[in-house]
């Protein structure tokens, strides 16, 4: 058999890996992550011989490369949030502890699922360091809006993950959808809420309302 | 359709329908009956489930361990929506809420009770995580109802830390799927919890063990184990109480039961990792934790949220240690849990509603001002502390002593936590329910039904338990291991 689709599932897969980085020194680049995401799961879909795989790609395509990101942009615009990204740990150091999560996620998911095909393991593994990095945005970061990007991210690594678990019934698309609902509640529930009571979605600001202080 | 014959149906299909009619129902007083009616129908339904058990089938299944959940789970919706229309009625005398966020109130809860019914009768596991993420969605909805300040913080805390847990559990699920994939086959097959717990013992270990982290951690949120837990006070204080007494007695118990049902998967594989020392450490850190941040609560709510992780811990505790008497005692501890809670913040919600805050510096001599509040929460809180002759006595002292004889020092760890917390609750006690009448003092259109009926049952269970029970609960107690 040859390489050559294992190649560029590799490709994509750590493609997005980059772009997991790069998001974490700026929040533009999140369109640029589903598109990598959507043309990850096309591969696969076409690998697989799965036509049913080309739905998420395609909602990955649409939805969060298209119409989140000019969602959120307007929000951002309409909310006057400065767009520099305010920080918990610098930058240089969240890189690091990112090489470092990326570098445990390959080497705990190589060594667990030596059984499984090859082209399943390593995107397992490029997934987890996806969420992981996705997680570690959740954590140095105080504005709600990274906050956002950083769950969603997180939200594409589960569904490389599931992609590449061949077979796997049901739970693309519910993923999915479920995707799809999760932005809608973010976007229009609480970022217009809170931009009625607090005039910020800086959650340092909301952590002064807290029911009690410690 | 008819009900009877069809019990498996009918506690996902009454939830559903009933909320897409709330959804539409502009009258907030039919609509409490209405969610009262359904729930109590959807109990039946539960019930009837103990006599006429449909064969597993590819989605839905039922067995003696998520039975004894979903009737427990109907029971105390059923108690909670008849406080909760007494509650809501109150708050839309003072203007808290308005008959439209009530409409939006009634259809959430009976989503809710949909995911979580939902969620227990799952036979695939990717459909289990689907209704537990759902039931998330939904109270996360509830809890930020209020709009105030506080309200919003604690529904997107819960809403974030809530997502990530979820998030995790997916990962988890997803590597499962992994392991059975090769013995099981593609396709559905691979991801029918019937089926993998058939199979389990030649799934690949090393997927398993990591998967099994994965949903401790995922779920683990959304049971409040302690250093996942900080979602938990938060929304428990700032949403309608009636959502507070039904997520400290039944959702915290749906993600538990997911959780038991992937250790069941491990303890089925020899060579796979042991998944009890990890569950007896989490449950651990929750107790003495949480026992000692009940010293500083400030905040009636707030205090009792703190004591649901305490006991979620001394259940996880339990189900760690595994064993025909440790299991029971843990099962046993959870349904006492679910009613003594429930009760205590029908009380808390209706108290609150007298005194007009949740202070508990602004509240005292309770049992001279509201003297059946106030005794009510006096005998919850006796309850939940664990004296005797209540059920929570029976399930800690066996807890305790199978503890002692087969790990002394870890029941050593177990009996402080479980002091410690029992100093702080009545230290609290003391200051709300005795002395000198202190703060406003309404005079409260309280429903006592649910609460002394919860705690009729747990008094019952405490001196007596019926055989029928026992032999039940140690039916399910071998199945978990």
Known sequence: MSTFPLDVAHLLAGGMVLVSFMLLYQLNV???????????????????????????????????????????????????I?????????????????????????VVMLKAAETADPLAREDLAFALSILLLGLLMMVTRRNAVSQIVGFMSIENGLILAATAARGMPLVVEISVAFSVLV???????????????????????????????? | MNLSFEPLTAVLVIPAVTAAVLALLPSYWVAARLNVLATFVTLIAAVLLLFDRPPPGGYLFVDDLNNAFIVLTTFVAFTTSVFSASYIAHELEIGRLTPNHLRFYHAMYQTLMFAMNLGLIANNIGLMWVAVELATLTTVLMVGIYRTHEALEAAWKYFILGSVGIALALFGTILVYMAARPVIGEGADAMVWTMLIKNASSFSPELLNVAFVFLLLGYGTKVGLAPLHAWLPDAHAEGPTPISAVL??????????????????LAVNPAALASGPLMVTMGLVSVVFAAFMLYRRRDIKRMFAYSSIEHMGIIVFAFGMGGPIANFAGLLHMTMHSLTKSAIFFAVGHIAQAKGTQKIADMGGLTETNPVLG???????????????????????????????????????????????????????????????????AEAKASYVPMFTHLALVLAAGVYLPPQMVTWFQNVAKLLG
């Open chain 1, 183 to 214: 932005a809608f509640i973010v976007i229009g529930v609480f970022l217009f809420r809170i931009r009625e009571r607090f005039d910020s979605v800086e959650l340092q600001a909301l952590d002064e309302f807290r029911g009690e202080r410690r």
């Open chain 1, 82 to 106: 400065h767009r520099g990204i305010e920080t918990v740990v610098g930058i240089g150091p969240t890189l690091l502890l990112g090489v470092g999560l990326t570098a445990l996620s390959m």
């Open chain 2, 375 to 441: 005794w009510g929460l006096v005998l919850g809180v006796v309850a939940i502390a664990g004296l005797p002759p209540l059920g929570i006595f029976m399930s800690e002292f066996l807890l305790v002593s199978s503890t002692f004889a087969r790990q002394p020092l870890l029941g050593i760890l177990l009996v402080a936590g479980l002091l410690i917390g029992f100093g702080a609750l009545f230290l609290r006690l003391n200051s709300i329910a005795f002395g000198e009448p202190r703060g406003a003092s």
């Open chain 1, 30 to 80: 999140f369109a640029l992550h589903a598109v990598v995401l959507s043309a990850s799961v096309a591969w696969q879909a076409y690998v697989q011989n799965a036509p049913h795989l080309y739905v998420p790609a395609a909602i990955a395509l649409v939805l969060k490369g298209i119409i989140i990101p000019v969602a959120l942009h307007r929000v951002v615009i309409r909310l006057g």
């Open chain 2, 248 to 265: 400290s007695g039944l959702l915290l118990n749906v993600a538990l039961y997911a959780l038991l049902r992937f250790k069941m998967l």
